[in-house]
Structure formats: structure tokens, C-alpha cells
């Protein structure tokens, strides 16, 4: 893992070091080129002020004063005549000579370079032309000995050394801390991953900001505590599953052991296996409505949909149901706009339908009246189911669609419930994409209300 910070710091380090290289070099050799280039103006000005008392007096006097005035300057003055014959000089050197004798055919009255080859030569120089009344009469030459700029310019080199030198420690540093802060995090993602995919998903991954790296730290924390919510209830489910078989099956083995072993009078006999054949019918609801769950879990659970006329659907749910609340004196109304259409699953609409309407009978009270109304509201179809029957308390309606919830266990047992028929509902109606809603009240009913997209495809 230490290899990520080390591969983003040895990149950083070579794009920062490459680029503080390139600044250097072009900082420096501007610096030693402009401060050459101020030499030589220096030079060329000092020249064309000779020049100009010169020129008022040509005399080897004067000629004398200027070479003496500059004997005792870092700079170095060579006076000729036109023949470029030497009248005065600063100098001892005889190299200078060589400077004298190159070509100068038409030196400009502001003067001339004629060397700034400050690299090899010793000297730099320049040339200003002295003139009487428009004639040409000779040359100032001036020289600077470039052991001064040779110096100068290792002292700022040493300067740039030292400079470069801060600025690599520096930037080393910068980077050690940068790549370590940018690695970091992903570490710390890689150990928390590692660590769910042990099945630990207690990880926490602090925030770190609301860039890439801080999106992916909160995705890898929504996962965990989507699987640790997924294990939790997975557990959960597989308990109340061994608790819910296990009430049906001690009933069955209890009476299934009396009926075997006493002498019963043929009355008592059929009451006891009645109730064994009640409790096997529960339990191969319970496992019929599991196995429902589990395909729907599974995703293997296939709907196809098909256009439905909603008012021959309802006529025919209605047709079939009135029994069912006619045994219970109870009354089921159905109210469907005629030309209604919706996409959906026939029977698994049916299956929605019936388990909605299997509670209103179970829930409600003799002479109860439970109504469907179908409407449509813009472009969604809307489905209400309401019963007049016994309601649900407020604090229970947040639970009343998962599994194996019932909100009174002992009565509701006694009804046939195994507390997975609205869990059914709820996924079947997310498959279809709709969405459903509950409100009731106690003692005054109950009205679940089904929300499906109409006209799509
Ligand atoms: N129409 C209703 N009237 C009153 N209570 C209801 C109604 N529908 C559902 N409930 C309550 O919600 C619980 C869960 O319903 P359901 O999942 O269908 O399980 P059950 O197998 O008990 O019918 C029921 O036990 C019941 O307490
Ligand atoms: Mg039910």
C-alpha cells in the first residue's frame, strides 16, 4: 500500500523539480545575460564620456588625464588615432591589442560592442569613435576585465544552489505530506473494504470532504451499513421463520399424539383433526407466501405486464369476493370508471387484491362494509381499498408491512394471519413500480391507498 504515496510523491516530485529546474536555468541565465548587457552600456557610457572631453581636447595631455583616470577604475581605457596607433592607455596588457585590431569599418556615434564574450575572453569592450568637425580622428576604446563578472556570477551561483536547495527540501516536504494525505484516506478504504469483505461491518470512515475520494469513502460506509443492515435482517427474518413454524407444528404434534393415543369419542376426534388440518393449511400458506418472498428477494420473480381494463378486472375481482364478505355479512362495494387501462400483472394484481381484502374481512366486524374505488389523478392510477373495520393504532402503522409483523399476535393468530401478507403487497406493488400508503384509525377503519404509473410502456 506505501507504494501509492510513493508513486504519487515521485511524481509530483519529478513535475515540481522539473519545472523548479526550468525556472532556474531561465532565471539565471536571464540574470547574467541583462546584468553583462548593463556591463557593457556602463562601459559604452563611460567611453562616449571620455570621448566627449576628448574630443573638445585632442591632446596627448589630456589624453594622459584619461588614461590616468582610469588606471585607477576597475575599467580600462585604450586611445588611438585613426590608424588605430595606441596614444594612451590604462593598460598593461598586451591582449588588448588583439580587441584593437578587429574590424570596426563604421563604428556609430553612440559606440559599439566589439566583445562580450565574457564566457571566454578576458575582457569585454567597447568602441566609441572620437570626431572633430565632422571628421573621424580616432577611438575610445573601453575594457572591463571579465574576471569580475566571472566572479559575480559564481556567487550567484552558489546563491542559485543554495536557493535550489530550499526550494528541493521544500518541495520534498510539501509532497511527503500531500501524498500522505491523498493516500491516506485510500488506505483507509482499502482496510475498510477488506475488512467487510470479512463480513465485519462495523467500519467507520471519517469524512473527508465532498470531492471524489469523500463520494467513494460515504459509498464503501452506505455499503456496509446496507449489508450490516442486510445481515441483521437476514437473521432477524430466519428467527421469527423458526418461531412462526414452530407454533403451528407443536399444535399439530400435540394433537396428532392425543388423537393416536386415547380413546375419543368420534366427536372429539373430528374437532382435534380439524385443527391439525387448520394448522397444516397455515403452514402451507406460510411456506407458499415465503417462498413468494424469497423469489421476490431473489429478483427471480417475473412480472409481465399487460394492459387491464380495470372496470371487467373489478367486475370479475367483485364477482369473486362477494361470498367470501357475504359469509361475514359484511359488504364489498366496487366503484371503476369505465375505459381504464392499466399496465400491470393480472394475477399478481389479483394476488395484491386479495390479500388487501383478506384483512378488511379478518379486521373487521360483522356488517362491516369494505369499498374499492379506482380514479385516475393526472397521469397515475389510483387504487383505494377502504374498510370500516377495527383500524390500526397509530404507533403500529409504521410496521405493518414487514415480515411476520402482526399487531395483535394472539388474536390475529386466532384469524389464520401469519403477518406476511402486506409484506407481499408492498413488493409486489414496488415491482410494478407503484408505490402504496396506509391510513387508518382505530375503531373507525382502515384505507390503504395504491399509487401505479398509468400509459407507461
Ligand atoms: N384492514 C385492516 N384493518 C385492521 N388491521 C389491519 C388491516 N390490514 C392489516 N392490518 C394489521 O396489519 C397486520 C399485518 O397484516 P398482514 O401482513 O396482512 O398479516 P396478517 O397475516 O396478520 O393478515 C395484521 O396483523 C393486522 O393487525
Ligand atoms: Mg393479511
Redesign the pocket.
Same mark, same amino acid.
Given at each position: 500500500m506505501k507504494n501509492l504515496s510513493l508513486k504519487l510523491g515521485l511524481l509530483f516530485f519529478l513535475i515540481l523539480f522539473g519545472l523548479e529546474t526550468f525556472t532556474f536555468f531561465f532565471l539565471h541565465s536571464t540574470l547574467v545575460e541583462s546584468r553583462v548587457e548593463e556591463e557593457l552600456i556602463a562601459l559604452q557610457t563611460r567611453g562616449n564620456s571620455h570621448r566627449a572631453i576628448l574630443e573638445r581636447h585632442f591632446e596627448n595631455d589630456t589624453i594622459s588625464h584619461v588614461a590616468l583616470m582610469e588606471s585607477e577604475a576597475n575599467t580600462d581605457v585604450v586611445i588611438t588615432n585613426i590608424n588605430k596607433d595606441i596614444l594612451g592607455s590604462s593598460v598593461k596588457s598586451s591582449i588588448i591589442q588583439e580587441y584593437i585590431d578587429r574590424p570596426n569599418p563604421s563604428v556609430p556615434r553612440e559606440g559599439q560592442t566589439i566583445g562580450d564574450n565574457w564566457r571566454d575572453e578576458d575582457y569585454i569592450s567597447t568602441v566609441s569613435p572620437i570626431e572633430q568637425k565632422g571628421q573621424l580622428i580616432g577611438y575610445v576604446y573601453m575594457f572591463q576585465d571579465t574576471a569580475w563578472i566571472q566572479s559575480l556570477i559564481s556567487r550567484l551561483n552558489e546563491q542559485f544552489l543554495l536557493a535550489g536547495f530550499i526550494a528541493v527540501i521544500f518541495t520534498i516536504t510539501i509532497i511527503i505530506f500531500l501524498s500522505k494525505a491523498l493516500a491516506k484516506p485510500l488506505i483507509k478504504m482499502k482496510e475498510a473494504t477488506s475488512q467487510i469483505s470479512k463480513g465485519d461491518f462495523s467500519v467507520s470512515l471519517p469524512k473527508t470532504g465532498d470531492d471524489e475520494l469523500g463520494d467513494l469513502a460515504q459509498s464503501i460506509q452506505l455499503l456496509a451499513n446496507d449489508l450490516s443492515y442486510l445481515k441483521e435482517e437476514r437473521s432477524e427474518f430466519l428467527s421469527s421463520i423458526s418461531h412462526e413454524l414452530r407454533t403451528p407444528l407443536t399444535y399439530i404434534k400435540g394433537y396428532a399424539d392425543i388423537v393416536q393415543k386415547r380413546n375419543l369419542t368420534a366427536e372429539e376426534r373430528n374437532q382435534y383433526l380439524t385443527i391439525i388440518l387448520e394448522e397444516t393449511n397455515r403452514l402451507s400458506d406460510m411456506v407458499k407466501n415465503l417462498f413468494d418472498l424469497a423469489k421476490i428477494d431473489k429478483n427471480s420473480f417475473d412480472i409481465h405486464k399487460t394492459p387491464i381494463d380495470l372496470h371487467d378486472f373489478m367486475r370479475k375481482i367483485e364477482a369473486k369476493f362477494t361470498p367470501a364478505f357475504m359469509d361475514k355479512k359484511m359488504i364489498l362495494e366496487v366503484n371503476c370508471p369505465e375505459a381504464i387501462q392499466l399496465n400491470a400483472d393480472a394475477s399478481r394484481l389479483e394476488q395484491i387484491i386479495f +390479500?388487501?381484502l /383478506? +384483512? $378488511?374481512i %379478518? &379486521? $373487521?366486524s360483522p356488517d362491516g362494509k369494505t369499498a374499492i374505488t379506482v380514479s385516475r389523478h393526472n397521469k397515475n392510477i389510483i387504487i383505494r381499498i377502504k /374498510?370500516n373495520? %377495527? @383500524? *390500526?393504532p397509530e404507533h403500529?402503522l409504521p410496521y *405493518? !408491512?414487514n415480515r411476520f &409483523?402482526?399487531? /395483535?399476535k394472539s388474536r390475529?393468530r386466532a384469524?389464520? @394471519?401469519? @403477518?406476511?401478507?402486506?409484506?407481499i403487497?408492498k413488493e409486489l406493488i414496488h415491482a410494478h413500480g407503484g408505490t402504496i400508503t396506509v391510513k $387508518?384509525k382505530e375503531n373507525i377503519?382502515?384505507e !390503504?391507498d395504491m399509487v401505479f404509473k398509468g400509459d407507461d410502456g
Open positions: +390479500n388487501l /383478506d +384483512n $378488511s %379478518k &379486521y $373487521s /374498510d373495520g %377495527k @383500524g *390500526i403500529e *405493518i !408491512f &409483523y402482526r399487531v /395483535d390475529t384469524l389464520g @394471519g401469519t @403477518g406476511l401478507g402486506l409484506a403487497v $387508518s377503519g382502515t !390503504f
